[in-house]
């Protein structure tokens, strides 16, 4: 990996992960001192001892693919919050997924999904994305104002799409969605937070049931048909495999509409430029990944064997987290990092959906999904306007996913 002499051997208390943002749309400013002066920091960990911090664009990037880091660990958010729950309750109520796993059982799983992930399934979703896109504008124009965007247009859009690919009912959007926000979040207790993993598994594993019986055209069902030809494929695999997708799928893509939306609105309202430059909407999609990560707490690693990452030594079994949103924010990376660039000819170079084996199988779909709703916005509300000071978005603060929780918008209809 990239080696930065001057790490070797600094000396430095653990410190807290930094996660006080000074606006909606940056990261916490402390991030930008560290990846300057210790690119790899001593990092306290909640519980457990401490860990390593990683801010470096090439850093983050080499560790995304090393194979001594390992993505197996009990707990997802332990970096933020003390692990609520044991190994044992985390194994029983989900097994590993793609997340969670290394080769060669990730490598196992993948394929599986990327089986039934395809480029032809994707595509066929093209005319249905555009669909399901007008019905929610239409929903929009016809809406009280000011509206909010991120419950009328943002978060419906990618859950019914996921939906119709996973063959989850959008009818229980309403579940799946307090679900998720509940699996997101980082304020729950204990218990709260074991009933809804709880219920989670038993909504999918019924889903499975019913599959089964009545098999569709969609991921659940060809999971399913994987499994009578793969004896090793368990339900409890399948419905971990689904919850990891419709999560991922909806949450994800939801806050970047909205946070792509909110940058387009704010002074100097890049909306009217983007609206008669059409052919800028997919630098703003790349722009909007980097400039504003949702993953905004970084990805949780376990060091297999010793590795010196920036001239620090990290010894087996350490944590580590790589934080992608200060990784794209590096100057050594990025011209000018902190400024909205839509024109960015490099801003795809992001590490948001990852890098190496655990790069995100739904990238193409979301921006699928993301360049039809900008597109789409920008020519039926060329007006569109925020009805907020924008540095007063709430915002999610507890939560793995960020975003607005709300986006408050006016226009003439």
């Given at each position: 990996m990239t080696g930065h002499p001057a790490q070797a051997g600094t000396a430095r208390a653990p410190m807290p992960l930094p996660v006080d943002r000074p606006g909606p749309l940056d990261p916490p400013a402390e991030l930008q001192r560290l990846r300057t002066d210790l690119p790899v920091a001593p990092l306290a960990f909640p519980d457990g001892p401490p860990g390593w911090l990683v801010t470096r664009y090439d850093d983050v990037r080499a560790a995304l693919a090393d194979p001594r880091l390992s993505s197996r660990r009990p707990h997802l958010n332990s970096h933020i919050r003390a692990s609520l729950i044991t190994p044992e309750e985390m194994a029983a109520l989900r097994p590993s997924d793609l997340l969670t796993s290394d080769p060669p059982e990730h490598t196992?799983?993948?394929?599986?999904?990327n089986g039934q992930f395809t480029t032809r399934r994707i595509n066929q979703l093209d005319a249905r994305i555009q669909a399901i896109v007008d019905q929610h504008l239409d929903a929009l124009a016809t809406a009280p104002r000011p509206a909010d965007l991120m419950a009328t247009v943002a978060l419906p859009v990618p859950s019914l799409v996921i939906s119709e690919l996973l063959g989850v009912p959008f009818a229980d959007r309403d579940r799946y969605q307090r679900l998720t926000a509940e699996l997101l979040s980082l304020d729950r207790t204990r218990d709260q937070l074991l009933a809804s993993k709880a219920e989670m598994k038993s909504y999918l594993l019924h889903l499975i049931g019913l599959r089964r019986a009545e098999p569709a055209d969609d991921l659940l069902s060809g999971l399913l048909q994987a499994q009578a030809t793969d004896a090793t494929l368990t339900d409890d695999e399948i419905a971990a495999l689904a919850q990891l997708v419709l999560i991922a799928g909806h949450e994800t893509t939801a806050n970047v509409i909205g946070l792509a939306t909110l940058l387009l609105l704010r002074p100097p309202r890049l909306w009217d430029t983007v609206?008669?430059?059409?052919?800028?909407?997919?630098?703003?999609?790349?722009?909007?990944?980097?400039?504003?990560?949702?993953?905004?707490?970084?990805?949780?690693?376990?060091?297999?064997?010793?590795?010196?990452?920036?001239?620090?030594?990290?010894?087996?079994?350490e944590r580590v987290v790589l934080h992608l949103p200060a990784a794209n924010r590096d100057p050594a990376r990025f011209t000018d990092p902190d400024h909205f660039d839509p024109h960015r000819p490099d801003a795809a170079k992001h590490l948001s959906f990852g890098h190496g084996p655990h790069h995100c199988i739904g990238d193409q779909l979301a921006r699928i999904e993301l360049r039809t709703v900008l597109t789409t916005m920008l020519h039926r509300f060329p007006d569109l306007r925020l009805a907020a000071d924008p540095d007063e978005i709430p915002t999610h603060q507890h939560r793995v996913v960020h975003g607005p929780a709300r986006l408050p918008v006016d226009f003439t209809p």
């Amino acid at each position: 990996m990239t080696g930065h002499p001057a790490q070797a051997g600094t000396a430095r208390a653990p410190m807290p992960l930094p996660v006080d943002r000074p606006g909606p749309l940056d990261p916490p400013a402390e991030l930008q001192r560290l990846r300057t002066d210790l690119p790899v920091a001593p990092l306290a960990f909640p519980d457990g001892p401490p860990g390593w911090l990683v801010t470096r664009y090439d850093d983050v990037r080499a560790a995304l693919a090393d194979p001594r880091l390992s993505s197996r660990r009990p707990h997802l958010n332990s970096h933020i919050r003390a692990s609520l729950i044991t190994p044992e309750e985390m194994a029983a109520l989900r097994p590993s997924d793609l997340l969670t796993s290394d080769p060669p059982e990730h490598t196992r799983l993948r394929r599986l999904v990327n089986g039934q992930f395809t480029t032809r399934r994707i595509n066929q979703l093209d005319a249905r994305i555009q669909a399901i896109v007008d019905q929610h504008l239409d929903a929009l124009a016809t809406a009280p104002r000011p509206a909010d965007l991120m419950a009328t247009v943002a978060l419906p859009v990618p859950s019914l799409v996921i939906s119709e690919l996973l063959g989850v009912p959008f009818a229980d959007r309403d579940r799946y969605q307090r679900l998720t926000a509940e699996l997101l979040s980082l304020d729950r207790t204990r218990d709260q937070l074991l009933a809804s993993k709880a219920e989670m598994k038993s909504y999918l594993l019924h889903l499975i049931g019913l599959r089964r019986a009545e098999p569709a055209d969609d991921l659940l069902s060809g999971l399913l048909q994987a499994q009578a030809t793969d004896a090793t494929l368990t339900d409890d695999e399948i419905a971990a495999l689904a919850q990891l997708v419709l999560i991922a799928g909806h949450e994800t893509t939801a806050n970047v509409i909205g946070l792509a939306t909110l940058l387009l609105l704010r002074p100097p309202r890049l909306w009217d430029t983007v609206r008669q430059r059409p052919d800028l909407v997919d630098g703003v999609i790349e722009e909007t990944l980097r400039y504003a990560t949702v993953l905004q707490f970084g990805l949780l690693r376990v060091a297999r064997e010793p590795l010196t990452v920036a001239g620090q030594t990290i010894q087996a079994g350490e944590r580590v987290v790589l934080h992608l949103p200060a990784a794209n924010r590096d100057p050594a990376r990025f011209t000018d990092p902190d400024h909205f660039d839509p024109h960015r000819p490099d801003a795809a170079k992001h590490l948001s959906f990852g890098h190496g084996p655990h790069h995100c199988i739904g990238d193409q779909l979301a921006r699928i999904e993301l360049r039809t709703v900008l597109t789409t916005m920008l020519h039926r509300f060329p007006d569109l306007r925020l009805a907020a000071d924008p540095d007063e978005i709430p915002t999610h603060q507890h939560r793995v996913v960020h975003g607005p929780a709300r986006l408050p918008v006016d226009f003439t209809p």
